[in-house]
């Protein structure tokens, strides 16, 4: 599936009512689920990807030396799998001859099939929301083959810690009682979800904690009840559970309260989407999630955002907007400064990032070519659903509310 910039069409379509000149263009592919079970995520990253864009085009465009450049992109659609992925990405880097690629936009498994394929390309590639640990890996371990390709978001372990911590956090302060002290997992099968248990148990077990569950289910996947069976058998203190489906997660946290199921329930990601407090209602009252990276209801520059991007987009902002509007408008600066789309250049450029953006502040470890992460850099905080809103309880330097034990 192809989808121009409709922002970046009405400029040109403008330019050549009027017999303006059409600027240059660099043009920019991405790869990111438009149909399948996290399309919703996919469309409102291209739909972030194409308001950064139109806010740098109708500023003049992105200077190199002494022409300046309208920016165009080109979508198609991975469907968060692995061989749609690399299709389309052999698609944009052969047929479209992109200068740059953005591959993929949300899913992890789909970057990692996608890394094998560009280095032969030579052309500078990034990823968007993919935080799979497994994706700096193999930065680390071949820095010659993936040196033209950069992550915008932040390395799975960094949930993992926000997990842990919090929890610890939580008993420091005699908020919860974990008298077995056992944890149990429900994740998708993914290369995402499997890397945040595998990043995550480690901090547990480290503090005596046993992992009583590992369930890995379908992406999508919908019906819980089996797993559900074996958590009432179980009875962990806490239930984390991954997934970058909201249809999962609404399916999870109705199916627990229709059975009763109570632990310290910690949930990752899903929980970001605006439509999952929307679906899930009642039923997620009281569950922890991370991260709570946009938040406009208690935020003054995260509104300012949010208003901005109704303005020029017409849509509600939600987490997956801010973000994808960060990466792009980061992706472009760097462009500026490296004065090109080379792949050598732009690398330099990333390597020397420092950008700050509504939700994050943009410096790179360079040896695994991912954001920093913490206070000052990408933050990752845990919230709590309370009287039906998101709240920010830890870190205490970035809090909110405190922690609500009765749901």
């Not at 790869?31 to 003049?60: C, F």
């Not at 299709?87 to 936009?105: C, E, H, M, P, Y």
């Not at 497994?134 to 997990?163: C, H, T, V």
């Not at 300012?304 to 902002?317: C, D, I, P, Q, V």
């Amino acid at each position: 599936m192809k989808a121009m910039n409709t922002f970046l069409g009405a400029v040109l379509g403008a330019a050549a009512l009027t017999g303006s000149p059409v600027m240059a263009e660099i043009t920019i592919g991405v790869t990111g689920p438009l149909s399948g079970p996290a399309a919703n995520t996919g469309i409102s990253m291209r739909q972030a990807y194409e308001v950064g864009a139109a806010e740098v085009n109708d500023a003049g465009g992105v200077k190199i030396g002494d022409e300046t450049h309208q920016v165009e992109l080109i979508f198609e659609d991975s469907a968060s799998r692995p061989e749609m992925g690399v299709s389309a990405a052999q698609k944009l880097l052969t047929r479209d001859n992109v200068d740059i690629l953005i591959g993929d936009s949300l899913a992890s498994s789909v970057t990692l099939a996608i890394m094998e394929v560009v280095p032969s390309f030579g052309k500078f590639t990034m990823s968007g929301q993919p935080v799979s640990i497994e994706i700096a890996k193999k930065i680390e371990s071949n820095p010659e083959r993936y040196a033209a390709f950069w992550k915008a978001s932040f390395n799975s372990d960094a949930y993992g810690k926000a997990l842990y911590e919090t929890v610890e956090y939580l008993e420091n302060k005699s908020l919860v009682t974990n008298e077995d002290k056992t944890v149990a997992f429900i994740v998708e099968d993914t290369d995402y979800g499997k890397s945040n248990i595998e990043f995550t148990a480690p901090h547990f077990r480290d503090a005596g904690w046993t992992v009583v569950a590992e369930e890995t289910v379908p992406l999508g996947h919908a019906d819980f009840y089996p797993q559900l069976s074996k958590l009432r058998a179980d009875e962990p203190d806490v239930l984390i559970s991954i997934f970058t489906s909201v249809n999962s997660g609404i399916a999870l946290v109705k199916q627990m309260a229709e059975q009763g199921l109570d632990p310290l329930h910690m949930g990752v990601y899903y929980p970001m989407r605006n439509e999952f407090l929307e679906g899930a209602g009642p039923a997620a009252e009281g569950m922890l999630w991370t991260p709570l990276m946009f938040d406009p209801a208690h935020n003054e520059s995260h509104k300012k955002f949010a208003e901005m991007f109704k303005e020029r987009s017409g849509l509600e902002a939600n987490a997956d907007h801010a973000q994808g509007y960060c990466q792009m408008r980061m992706l472009l600066d760097n462009v500026e400064r490296a004065g090109s789309v080379e792949a050598d250049a732009l690398s330099k450029a990333f390597a020397t990032t420092d950008y700050s953006c509504v939700v994050a502040r943009y410096v790179y470890d360079t040896e695994t070519h991912t954001p920093k992460t913490g206070g000052e850099y990408l933050p990752v905080p845990m919230a709590q659903v309370q009287d039906g809103t998101n709240l920010v309880i830890f870190p205490e330097t970035a809090a909110t509310a405190e922690y609500r034990s009765e749901k």
